[in-house]
Structures are given as structure tokens and as C-alpha cells.
């Protein structure tokens, strides 16, 4: 069965502080997929990042970084230069194929991310 | 930008009574999600669709609730009756094809009182 572990469940930090959300999975696929959402207050899941596990490669998109390693099972994910609008739950998921074609998220528990002004 | 459409916003309804939630896939989108999140976790799927066939029910409280999507296009939810531990968010999605695309719509917020 696949998990996905969410180890931290609030962190709070300064505005302006970088801080790095941690994503530990669980899968015996060769070929899968990871996802980072947001979740404002408001509850729609925001889609930031989909990875393949065949692709290694960090990723960057504006202060949103992302550190991919096979070898750790772990997806990791910072925000540099927190800003108070970064405030939100942040989940990390699996995709997991129930068959071709179709696909189910497993998702973690989730960090609860508060940036102070 | 193509949005997965959802309703009600916000749904309060009694114990025992029946209670149905609405989804609108992005057009062409052939596979629709229903997730339910309970307060303070991640979500978990109830009900998947290609088209209008379930692919996985697996995790659906066969006895209270039901999904249907008669068309292949646009989703029900239902629950009848409602119990008081049914108070969640439930989420619609949609994907183009497996991880491609896989949208989530704003979401019903329920709660049963």
C-alpha cells in the first residue's frame, strides 16, 4: 500500500525566512507520480508541482523549490523568502494507478504552514 | 483557465436527512474524483469514474452513500441519511488522462448538525 508521511504538522516562521516542508513516501511502483497542493482558507486544493519518479531533477519556480530524492523516498519542498500570502495547509501526495489510465491520489496528513508578519 | 465547477459552497443539513452534491468536470475530461476531507487531514478518495462507469468504489459507505454520473459528463453525490461524523469537505476532480491535468474544484464544505 502507498503512504505518504507529512512528519511536520505546523510550522510557523518570520516573514522573509526561507522554510522547507518535508515529504517522506512509501510505494513499491517502479513508475509514479508526487504532487504538492496548497489549501488556503478557502479549501480549494491549488495544484503547484507533478513529478515523475523516472525525473530527478530539483525544480524551481520562483521562490518555490522543489528537492527530489529516490534514494531518501522524499520530496521536498521550500519556499524561499516567505511572504504572509504563503500562509496555508500544504499537502504532499502519490498517485497511485488503480489502471491504465486512472489514477488515485494518496494524500499525507498535511503541514499547516504561518508565516508572521 | 478550465475549472472542475462544483455546488453547493456550503451545505448545512440535519441528521438523517439526505443531502446531494453537484460536479461539473473540465469538458473532456473522461476520468471525475470524488475525495472526502475530514477537518485536519488530507483527503481520501470515495468514488472514481471513467465516464460514467466506476473504476474504484472501494472506500464508499455503500450503505448511506452514492455516486452516479449518468452521462459521463457531470457527477452526483449523494448521502442519505446524513450522520453527524459526514461533516467534511467533499472535493470533485478531474483528469485528462491518470496524473495529467487532475484538477480539483473548490470543494462542498458539509455539516451536519
Known amino acids: 500500500a502507498q503512504k505518504v508521511t507529512q512528519a511536520q504538522t505546523e510550522i510557523s516562521v518570520v516573514e522573509k525566512e526561507d522554510v522547507t516542508l518535508d515529504c517522506v513516501y512509501e510505494t513499491r511502483d517502479t513508475t509514479y507520480y508526487l504532487f504538492w497542493y496548497k489549501q488556503p482558507p478557502s479549501g480549494e486544493l491549488v495544484f503547484l508541482i507533478r513529478r515523475n519518479s523516472f525525473d530527478e531533477q530539483n525544480e524551481i519556480s520562483g521562490r518555490y523549490s522543489w528537492n527530489f530524492q529516490k534514494s531518501t523516498s522524499s520530496f521536498n519542498f521550500t519556499i524561499t523568502a516567505s511572504q504572509v500570502v504563503d500562509s496555508a495547509v500544504y499537502f504532499c501526495a502519490l498517485s497511485e494507478a488503480i489502471s491504465f489510465g486512472n489514477e488515485k491520489l494518496t494524500f499525507g496528513t498535511g503541514t499547516r504552514l504561518t508565516i508572521i508578519p | 483557465e478550465a475549472e472542475v465547477a462544483q455546488s453547493p459552497r456550503y451545505k448545512i443539513t440535519e441528521k438523517s436527512q439526505a443531502v446531494a452534491f453537484w460536479c461539473d468536470p473540465i469538458?473532456?475530461?473522461?476520468?471525475l474524483y470524488w475525495y472526502r476531507q475530514i477537518l485536519g487531514q488530507g483527503p481520501e478518495l470515495l468514488v472514481q469514474?471513467?465516464?460514467?462507469?466506476?473504476?474504484?468504489d472501494s472506500q464508499l459507505p455503500k450503505d448511506r452513500f452514492s455516486a452516479e454520473r449518468l452521462k459521463g459528463v457531470d457527477s452526483t453525490l449523494k448521502i442519505q441519511p446524513a450522520e453527524l461524523g459526514d461533516s467534511a469537505m467533499y472535493l470533485c476532480a478531474s483528469s485528462l488522462q491518470g496524473p495529467y491535468g487532475y484538477t480539483f474544484g473548490s470543494g462542498t464544505r458539509l455539516t451536519v448538525v
Open positions: 469514474f471513467q465516464d460514467e462507469s466506476v473504476v474504484d
Open positions: 469538458s473532456g475530461h473522461a476520468t
